[in-house]
């Protein structure tokens, strides 16, 4: 089974510029996840999907962040614009069912490492 | 979601058992008790949760104090591959957030 993928793994920006990241879940999966991981920190949660409705997104700050999850399959994250605290990895994760129905294992992939300078 | 207390580093030698301890004093009585790890530059991955009893799968051994208020994850024969980052998160039953902390970095030595 194909696991979660995430593009590009690194992303270089300066401040202030744009920059979108692409996460493609397990397939069949409902739920997706964007987390950001600032060094020497565990992974935090940005937003949540079900199917491409927005479960939860009180962490994200959504004066620059943004995501969307088309036909509840792929996402995109974007920031805009960026500032030197967004320098982390930000980490996707997918899993089968549905918030309140019992728990299913998150799968996480690899993350995509972002550098603002 | 209840709180967690972990080392912030422990070492292992290869070999013998890594035996993580993982404190959640305030922890209520629907809430499970699951084990991630990080591998340098990969995402988390699941090992093992469990709500009162003690757990055992082919990764690791979970054994939970009888008040639940602490746990324990057992990798039995640790292997340099097992060097990461352990977090232990507390969650509600049916809740799919998971809550990371700090976690705790093994380092299993040769």
């Known amino acids: 089974e194909a696991g979660v993928a995430q593009s590009p793994r690194y992303k270089i920006i300066e401040k202030r510029q744009s920059v979108a990241f692409w996460c493609n879940p397990i397939s069949g999966h409902a739920t997706l996840y964007w987390y950001q991981q600032i060094l020497g920190q565990g992974p935090k949660l940005l937003i949540q999907?079900?199917?491409?409705?927005?479960?939860?997104d009180s962490q994200l700050p959504k004066d620059r962040f943004s995501a969307e999850r088309l036909k509840g399959v792929d996402s995109t994250l974007k920031i805009q614009p960026a500032k030197l605290e967004d320098s982390a990895v930000y980490l996707c994760a997918s899993s089968f069912g549905p918030s309140g129905t019992g728990w299913y294992e998150q799968y996480f992939g690899p993350g995509t490492r972002l550098t603002v300078t | 979601d209840a709180k967690t207390t972990q080392p912030p580093s422990m070492d292992c030698a290869e070999g013998r058992a890594a035996n993580l301890p993982c404190n959640h004093s305030t922890i209520s009585g629907n809430e499970y008790v699951y084990w991630y790890r990080q591998i340098h530059s990969q995402g988390p991955q699941y090992i093992i949760h469990g709500l009162k009893n003690n757990e055992t799968n082919e990764m690791a051994s979970l054994i939970i104090t009888e008040d639940r208020k602490s746990s324990t994850l057992i990798l039995p024969h640790a292997t340099l591959r097992d060097t990461a980052v352990y977090y232990c998160?507390?969650?509600?039953?049916?809740?799919?957030?998971?809550?990371f902390g700090q976690g705790t970095r093994l380092t299993i030595n040769p």
């Open positions: 999907f079900q199917n491409n409705g927005v479960v939860d």
């Open positions: 998160i507390v969650r509600v039953q049916g809740a799919q957030k998971l809550v």
